[in-house]
Structures are given as structure tokens and as C-alpha cells.
């Protein structure tokens, strides 16, 4: 391998779309020996690769130092055996929730070097979070390229078990819906208080991306940061003691959200 891993992408959608941008823009990858592999490829993404001149369904031949599977879980056991002459050679990266590295053997004709990473949807502009676990058979430099890969997508965290990529998944990997769903209810309680459509979206949203950017910069922790905006006896206090309340309703909701994604993750395995 040169300092750069070629990568053979199997599917270019939302993740692995985000994954390849990141690459593409920080030159993490040996693009004249890296290739997609994408049947359903959208047109974005097929103008990105022409583009960049990234070989774009190419035949499946060996000879890439990682294969990247970014295809739905339930879609695995049909789509990846074609790739299994490309896994016999390559370090296999799979970000697909749930399927376990013996799974993933399986249907890519017993691959053995296989890791797993839980990324996120911010991978798209580098600011995502990437889970990693990779199997014994993955060297240091293994994990190195593994690592270089996504961090391409932004920060990364190894865990030591795989049970605990589920865990990413349900905490990081689907993290990204609950603000999202948090924005969205923001905005049609600003809308039935009496705000106009439009500027209800505009206030929820620019409020997340701002409390989004100003904790990846502070050093205070959530709970210190969430105290400087609460008066004592003021607004946030009432809106708090609803969303707390006795039975603290949302960190029970939230504990119980998390745990079914985790849940979720662990019927995907097979
Ligand atoms: N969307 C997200 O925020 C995250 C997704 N993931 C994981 O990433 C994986 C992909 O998810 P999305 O990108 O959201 O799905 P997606 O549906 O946007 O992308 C899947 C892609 O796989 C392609 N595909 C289907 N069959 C194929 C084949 N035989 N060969 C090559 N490509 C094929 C499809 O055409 C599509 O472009 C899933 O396993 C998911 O668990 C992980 C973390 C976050
Ligand atoms: O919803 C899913 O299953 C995937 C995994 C994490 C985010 N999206």
C-alpha cells in the first residue's frame, strides 16, 4: 500500500455518499486505484465521480487495500457476495447498524480481516463521529488505515467490544434523528404559540445548529451549559420542569428511545 489506501466503495447513498465526499476532500485516498460500486448510484454522486475521475462500476477485480461496505443491512446477504473476490486481499470496513463481523464473513466468502464502523450523518461535512471496533485479525497498521479512513468523516472513538458498535449505533449513528425530530417539534410549538411557518423553522433550526456549534467549542459539560441559560424562576426553568417534570419524562424517553435502537441493532446482526 502507498501512504494513501485505495478503497473500493460498495454503495454511494447517504453514508457511503458522505464517506466518499470526505475522502475526495481531504485526499484520504488513492483515487486513480479506488473505485464505487453502486447499481442504484444517484446522479450526484455519479457526477462526483466523473469529476474526480473515480472509477464508477468498474469490473470486480482484487488488488484494493480496503473494501468499504456502505449498502443497507438488509440488503447484505444479496449484495455482497459478488464482492467477495475484492474481500479475499482487502481490509473489509463495513458501517452497515447491526451485522456482526461473522456475518459479514460470511457473505463476502469468508473475508478475515474485517472491522466496523459506526459513523454518522455529519460524516457529510467532516464534523460526523465514527465508532470503530475491528477484529483480532486487523493489525496496528490495519487499524491505522481504518482510522484514516474516518477520520476523513471527523472524530473517531475505538471501542473494545462489538457489542458495543450497537451502542454507538443507538447513542451516534441514529444521534443525528433525535435533534433532528427535537427541531422539528421546536418549530411547530413555536408555529401553535402564534409564530409565522416559516420563521418558527428558521428560529428551531438556526437554534440547533448554534447550540451545535458552541458546544463543539466549549469545555463545559451539557449540564453546566444548559444551567447558563436557565434564570432562576425564568422561562427555561418552566420549560424544564415540563420536559424534566417529577418522573424526568424526557431522559426516561430518551433512555427508552436509545435502548430500542440498540435493539433494533441486535436483530439486524443476522
Ligand atoms: N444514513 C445514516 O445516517 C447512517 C447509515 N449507516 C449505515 O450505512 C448503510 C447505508 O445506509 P444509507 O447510506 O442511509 O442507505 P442508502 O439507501 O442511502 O444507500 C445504500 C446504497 O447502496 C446501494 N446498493 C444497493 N445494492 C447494492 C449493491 N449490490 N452493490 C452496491 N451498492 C448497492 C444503493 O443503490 C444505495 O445507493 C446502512 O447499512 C446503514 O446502517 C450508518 C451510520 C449512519
Ligand atoms: O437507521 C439506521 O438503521 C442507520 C444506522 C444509524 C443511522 N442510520
Known amino acids: 500500500m502507498t501512504d494513501k489506501p485505495s478503497v473500493a466503495l460498495v454503495g454511494a447513498g447517504s453514508m457511503g455518499g458522505a464517506l466518499l465526499r470526505g475522502w475526495l476532500e481531504t485526499g484520504a ?114 487499524r491505522d488505515v481504518v482510522e484514516h479512513l474516518l477520520r476523513a468523516a ?12 450497537d451502542f454507538v449505533t443507538a447513542v451516534s449513528g441514529s444521534g443525528p434523528a433525535y435533534f433532528f425530530l427535537l427541531t422539528e417539534t421546536l418549530a411547530d410549538a413555536g408555529e401553535a404559540l402564534g409564530l409565522d411557518k416559516q420563521a418558527a423553522a428558521v428560529l428551531a433550526r438556526a437554534t440547533l445548529a448554534g447550540a451545535g456549534a458552541l458546544i463543539d467549542v466549549e469545555t463545559r459539560t451539557p449540564a453546566e451549559m444548559r444551567k447558563a441559560v436557565t434564570s432562576p424562576g425564568g422561562t427555561t426553568e418552566a ?6 417534570g417529577d418522573s424526568h419524562a424526557l431522559r426516561a424517553l430518551v433512555k427508552d428511545a436509545v435502548a430500542a435502537a440498540a435493539k433494533r441493532a441486535k436483530e439486524l446482526t443476522n
Open 239 to 244: 420549560a424544564l420542569n415540563i420536559l424534566e
Open 154 to 165: 471527523g472524530k473517531v472513538t475505538w471501542v473494545e467490544t462489538e457489542e458495543a458498535i
Open 29 to 142: 485516498i488513492d483515487i486513480a486505484h479506488s473505485a464505487v460500486f453502486d447499481p442504484g448510484i444517484s446522479a450526484d454522486m455519479t457526477v462526483l465521480c466523473k469529476s474526480r475521475e473515480l472509477s464508477l462500476n468498474p469490473e470486480i477485480e482484487t488488488g484494493y487495500d480496503v473494501l468499504v461496505v456502505a449498502v443497507k443491512p438488509q440488503m447484505a446477504a444479496k449484495a455482497l457476495p459478488q464482492y467477495a473476490a475484492i474481500a479475499k486481499d482487502a481490509i473489509v470496513v463495513s458501517v452497515m447498524a447491526g451485522k456482526s463481523t461473522n456475518n459479514i464473513s460470511a457473505a463476502l466468502g469468508g473475508a478475515v480481516r474485517i472491522a466496523r464502523a459506526m459513523p454518522n450523518l455529519p460524516a457529510a461535512i467532516g464534523k460526523g463521529i465514527s465508532g470503530l471496533y475491528a477484529t483480532e485479525t486487523i493489525d496496528a497498521a490495519g
